[in-house]
């Protein structure tokens, strides 16, 4: 445990210069910067038949400068009553709070599956039965895809609308269900990485029309919306994708399956050098495979990641406590929310820990990782992951 080497939390792998190349030359030569030039167009054209392989009707997409505004107009083009609750998992990147908040509605915090890490719609549905909550902000929580078809039926037998937030689970995650938009990210550490970016898939080609609208100011375009063009239909913001950036992106969907293929490849080497040396004191969050993990993240009892946080700091290894603190705890600042129990939340996080990875990460790096982690697991005199609150 002396190696000085430092393995950091994640390294993003984008595409170098020359697979910018052809994309930026064809900047130069449009003079077209932003403002849904051809590369976005492009792009756009690009996803929208990548996610029609996997849906049995039209996909539409619409791309922003990030996923938080993704979320945001994605909320506001729901045409919700303002201060309408939208239930959230308390396990989440602080941007689905954000969101919600921002597009002027009050996020009702609730609890996830202890399997999955994921709200499920039979969580959903009590906290809004609870709480008369209208529209649910599902999570895809560290890539692991949320299920669209079962949120679309969730959907039918309550009235509520749903939003995935799919920030990070871009391969893994499709938009199956066209009543169900999927809002994903763009940045340098996601699955799809563009620098900065994000984009909204849906079948329901009025909301992407909208969401577009949305992310140039609210802007009226269209010659037959029975307003004026150029006059402002409603009040949007500015989340237009750079030409720029959607370059990056083209070059970044040029390798992504070579890509994908490398990182799940690194994951599983790393699951199994952990399993090999001390699974039975780890958790891994259940579902499918990853296409393209991004992060790394196992849970382990309280003490035992206390004491490898300290084994870690000490030998140069990277940690964190992904999205933590969990939205509940940050929500006392930002009011108004509405908190739900979320024991299986606290109980996940009190022993989660996102170790190193990236595509470039070798077989030394995770032997490294895996001494501190079989330490760490080996002087815990708390074993047992049995969660003893479950959510009825
Ligand atoms: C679950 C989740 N939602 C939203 C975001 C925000 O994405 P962006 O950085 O593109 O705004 C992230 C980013 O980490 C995320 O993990």
């Given amino acids: 445990m002396t190696d000085p080497r430092p393995i950091p939390l994640l390294v993003p792998h984008l595409p170098d210069r020359h697979a910018l190349a052809p994309y930026l030359e064809q900047i130069d030569r449009n003079r077209h910067y932003s403002n849904f030039g051809p590369l976005n167009h492009a792009l756009e054209a690009r996803l929208t038949s990548l996610f029609a392989e996997h849906a049995a009707h039209p996909v539409h997409v619409a791309t922003t400068s990030s996923a938080t505004l993704g979320l945001e107009l994605t909320l506001h083009s729901l045409g919700l009553p303002p201060g309408s609750g939208v239930v959230v998992p308390a396990l989440t990147f602080v941007a689905s709070l954000t969101a919600i908040l921002r597009a002027g509605h009050v996020p009702v915090i609730a609890d996830i599956d202890a399997d999955s890490w994921l709200i499920t719609p039979e969580i959903a549905a009590e906290a809004a039965a609870r709480t008369g909550a209208r529209a649910?902000?599902?999570?895809?929580?560290?890539?692991?895809?949320?299920?669209?078809?079962?949120?679309?039926?969730?959907?039918?037998?309550?009235?509520?609308?749903?939003?995935?937030?799919?920030?990070?689970?871009?391969?893994?995650?499709?938009?199956?269900?066209?009543?169900?938009?999927?809002?994903?990210?763009?940045?340098?550490?996601?699955?799809?990485?563009?620098?900065?970016?994000?984009?909204?898939?849906?079948?329901?080609?009025?909301?992407?029309?909208?969401?577009?609208?949305?992310?140039?100011?609210?802007?009226?375009?269209?010659?037959?919306?029975?307003?004026?063009?150029?006059?402002?239909?409603?009040?949007?913001?500015?989340?237009?994708?750079?030409?720029?950036?959607?370059?990056?992106?083209?070059?970044?969907?040029?390798?992504?399956?070579?890509?994908?293929?490398?990182?799940?490849?690194?994951?599983?080497?790393?699951?199994?050098?952990?399993?090999?040396?001390?699974?039975?004191?780890?958790?891994?969050?259940?579902?499918?495979?990853?296409?393209?993990?991004?992060?790394?993240?196992?849970?382990?009892?309280?003490?035992?990641?206390?004491?490898?946080?300290?084994?870690?700091?000490?030998?140069?290894?990277?940690?964190?406590?992904?999205?933590?603190?969990?939205?509940?705890?940050?929500?006392?600042?930002?009011?108004?929310?509405?908190?739900?129990?979320?024991?299986?939340?606290?109980?996940?996080?009190?022993?989660?820990?996102?170790l190193p990875f990236s595509s470039f990460m070798t077989q030394d790096d995770i032997n490294r990782v895996a001494e501190a982690v079989g330490l760490a697991t080996a002087h815990s005199n708390q074993p047992s992951l049995t969660l003893d609150s479950h959510h009825g």
């Fill in 136 to 354: 649910v902000l599902t999570v895809a929580a560290f890539g692991q895809p949320q299920d669209t078809q079962r949120w679309s039926a969730f959907r039918q037998q309550t009235g509520l609308a749903v939003v995935i937030d799919a920030a990070g689970a871009f391969g893994s995650q499709w938009a199956e269900a066209a009543d169900v938009p999927v809002v994903y990210s763009m940045h340098a550490t996601k699955s799809l990485a563009a620098g900065e970016g994000g984009f909204v898939a849906s079948g329901d080609r009025d909301l992407v029309a909208e969401v577009r609208q949305l992310s140039n100011f609210g802007i009226n375009l269209d010659t037959h919306a029975g307003l004026p063009v150029g006059h402002l239909s409603q009040v949007g913001s500015n989340a237009k994708l750079s030409e720029y950036h959607a370059a990056v992106a083209h070059a970044s969907l040029d390798h992504w399956p070579a890509q994908a293929a490398l990182r799940q490849q690194i994951h599983r080497a790393y699951r199994q050098t952990l399993d090999a040396s001390c699974g039975e004191h780890l958790q891994w969050q259940a579902g499918v495979t990853l296409a393209a993990p991004t992060i790394f993240c196992v849970r382990m009892a309280q003490e035992a990641r206390a004491q490898l946080e300290q084994l870690c700091h000490a030998s140069n290894i990277a940690t964190r406590r992904w999205y933590q603190p969990l939205l509940h705890q940050h929500a006392a600042k930002v009011a108004p929310t509405i908190k739900m129990p979320v024991p299986v939340a606290e109980s996940v996080a009190s022993g989660m820990i996102g």
